[in-house]
Structure formats: structure tokens, C-alpha cells
């Protein structure tokens, strides 16, 4: 059976949080409708005319791209542009296009783990390459009667609470006693209507992430078997988890050469060239990864203690600068970030299966690099 549009969206958005992009990024949806049922799903690096011709040809409902394809605002939409027959398809053919970019780039799992993957960038150290989002966490109280502590800690831990440090299932239980007088109108599940009611209770703490807050309050509420629910959620100046652009890691297979690890990531991001700065014979050790473009970043990666950056759209001051400050750049291009392509789609048609809707999630098999190599 197909799926709602926003479901659809909402499986996406729990791999990357519309709140992990980078502010102003254009992400979301920008053309279209998902308030609508979907069966069909295309993933792509870019939306292009041939893309959109692809999406057509196979009958798609909504394409989900990394980058937008509305930056600025739109004063009018003239469809003789490139761009204008490009919307007035989409619009014709009722395909709705979805943009998660900078979010995708944060999220784990997401761009940047993903090309740490395929360099052989060891999984345990991993390090974020420049912090952009820090989840705030606050501690959640609820009293429970005995009887349905169990359903109570479990709904809250089964939502996300309960997590610290490389720890889950953590709480707090203290015994005590509740009252309370149920007035006309309610529906007490213990106790009488106007008598003081005293019940045995537990007083159940746990640590809850920010943006969890609303899924482990509502599941928290729906195991509760009393009509109004008594809990505080309290703040907390403990920062819960960091996230960010970029990853910073050991090689796997250890120390290689700066001419080694480039023709490695040539095979492995199926590019038909690289840029490389620095001499050839550098032992690595260490890289720092940043899809797209990360010319900003190389001082930090220089200050994260990586021999080597792999990064975009690096420039010619940008490289005369990481000689002089002594770090060395390895630049296989934007497109690379082509590696979300299969990583949503994979993920994504993992969710639907699992959560058993009948969706055909689909890699584009469109080439989007603007760029011939002679």
C-alpha cells in the first residue's frame, strides 16, 4: 500500500532533523505537495532536466535531492528559463521535490560518515570536523502508581530517554505516596469521585535529549494509565550530544602515503581525477573529510591534527596557504557527495520495508557532474 507524503518525510526526517542544517540552508520541501499518497520515490544528488526526465519516465511522486533547486527567492517563473521548465515539468507531472542537505551532511550515517567510510576512516574516534549543533537535555519526572512502572519505563526508554554517555536504560526510582480527589466529570483509574484519594507511587527520573522531549512525552503519557499524568521537565546545564559538518579519524590500515590514500579514494569515489596538494611521499595517518566544499575548513582540520583534508572546490590561495601551514589536501570534487544517493536509498526503503508500506524507493541513475575530465 502507499504512503502518506509527511510519513514518508517523517522516516527521512529521522535520519536527518530538518534542526541539524546549518542556518539559512535551503532545505525542505520546495515544489510540490506531500499531502498525498506516494508510492514512488527517487533519490538524486541534483535535480536536472534529465533528472526530472528520469523521475517522469519512471512514474515517481517525489524526488529527494541534496541540493536545492531554489536558492533565492522567485519573483516569477518564466517557462522558457532552463529553470522555468523545469518547475512547470515537476508541477505538470505532480512530482514534489524534498531537499535535505547541510542535515544530511551532519546527520550519522549521513554524507560525511559516508565518504569516511569509503576513505577507511576508522569508525571509533571519529571526531567531528567543526561542531554546528549542540541537543540541549532536560531531566523528565513522573509518578507512576506501582503497578505500571514497568509500562511507564519502558514506553520512556523505547522513545529515546534514559541515555548517558555510553549508557541506556538510566533512571531514578524513589517510592512515595500521591493524593489527589477526583471531581465531577472524571473518570478515576483508582479512587472515588470526591473522597482523598492517597496511592502508592513511584517517582521516575530519567535524562531526555531536547529534541526527543514531545515523542517521549507522548509515549510516556499513552503507557500511563492515569486520566492527567503528573511530570516536570526540568532543564538541565548538561550538553546532550554534539553534532557537525566534516569527520576527523585514523586510517583503518594505517599509516600510508599522501600518493597511496589519493589513488585509493579515486577508486573508491569513482572519480576519474583528483587534486592533490602536497608532496606525494607525506605519511598519513590521520584525515579530516568534508563533502562539497570545504575550503573554510582546512585550518581546522590543520587544528584537529589531520595530515590530510579530502574536501571540495578548493581554490588557489586556499592551497597555497595549507603548503605553508603544512597540510596537505587531497580535492576529488564536489560531486562525490553522489554517495548519498545509495546511503538514502538504502536507508529509506529499509525504513518503509520494516514499517511495511509498499513504496519503491529509487536511485537515480542520472550523472549530474558538470565537469569532463580530458
Excluded at 540552508?25 to 508510492?39: A, M, P, W, Y
Excluded at 509515549?219 to 557537525?244: C, F, M, N, R, W
Amino acid at each position: 500500500m502507499a504512503i502518506h507524503g509527511q510519513t514518508l518525510i517523517q522516516y527521512m526526517e529521522q535520519l536527518a532533523p530538518k534542526y541539524y542544517a546549518v542556518e539559512h540552508d535551503r532545505i525542505g520541501l520546495q515544489l510540490g505537495t506531500l499531502n498525498k499518497k506516494v508510492e514512488r520515490v527517487l533519490v538524486t544528488l541534483d535535480v536536472t532536466a534529465q533528472v526530472v526526465q528520469e523521475a517522469i519516465e519512471k512514474k515517481v511522486d517525489l524526488i529527494i535531492a541534496h541540493h536545492a533547486i531554489i536558492f533565492r527567492p522567485i519573483g516569477s517563473i518564466d517557462t522558457s528559463t532552463p529553470a522555468g521548465k523545469l518547475y512547470e515539468q515537476l508541477i505538470k507531472h505532480d512530482i514534489a521535490v524534498y531537499i535535505s542537505h547541510t542535515n544530511l551532511d551532519v546527520a550519522i550515517g549521513g554524507v560525511n560518515d559516508l565518504l569516511a567510510d569509503l576513505a577507511g576512516m576508522e569508525k571509533e574516534g571519529r571526531k567531528l570536523l567543526e561542531t554546528t549543533y549542540v541537543d540541549g537535555l532536560s531531566k523528565l519526572v513522573v509518578y507512576v502508581p506501582q503497578s505500571a512502572i514497568t509500562a511507564v519505563e519502558q514506553a520512556a526508554w523505547r522513545a529515546g530517554a534514559g541515555h548517558i554517555g555510553n549508557y541506556s536504560h538510566c533512571s531514578f526510582q524513589s517510592s512515595g505516596t500521591g493524593t489527589f480527589m477526583a471531581e465531577e466529570g472524571s473518570q478515576p483509574y483508582v479512587g472515588e469521585q470526591n473522597v482523598l484519594h492517597r496511592e502508592p507511587e513511584i517517582r521516575f527520573e530519567c535524562i531526555v535529549p531536547n529534541s526527543l522531549q514531545r515523542k517521549v512525552i507522548s509515549s510516556v503519557i499513552k503507557a500511563h494509565p492515569y486520566e492527567e499524568v503528573a511530570y516536570d521537565l526540568l532543564p538541565l546545564q548538561q550538553s546532550g550530544t554534539a553534532y557537525g559538518l566534516g569527520r576527523v579519524g585514523k586510517l583503518t590500515d594505517g599509516t600510508t602515503t599522501l600518493k597511496t590514500l589519493a589513488e585509493k579514494l579515486k577508486v573508491a569515489y569513482e572519480v576519474p581525477a583528483l587534486r592533490v596538494v602536497g608532496d606525494l611521499d607525506t605519511p598519513i595517518t590521520k584525515i579530516a573529510i568534508l563533502g562539497g566544499m570545504g575550503a573554510k575548513y582546512v585550518r581546522s582540520a590543520k587544528f584537529a591534527g589531520a595530515d590530510v583534508i579530502i574536501t571540495g572546490d578548493i581554490d588557489f590561495h586556499t592551497a597555497q596557504d595549507a603548503l605553508a601551514d603544512g597540510i596537505c589536501i587531497i580535492d576529488p570534487g564536489h560531486h562525490i557527495e553522489k554517495v548519498m544517493i545509495k546511503g538514502v536509498q538504502q536507508w529509506l526503503q529499509g525504513k518503509c520495508d520494516e514499517q511495511r508500506s509498499d513504496v519503491e524507493i529509487i536511485a537515480s541513475e542520472v550523472h549530474t557532474e558538470p565537469f569532463t575530465f580530458l
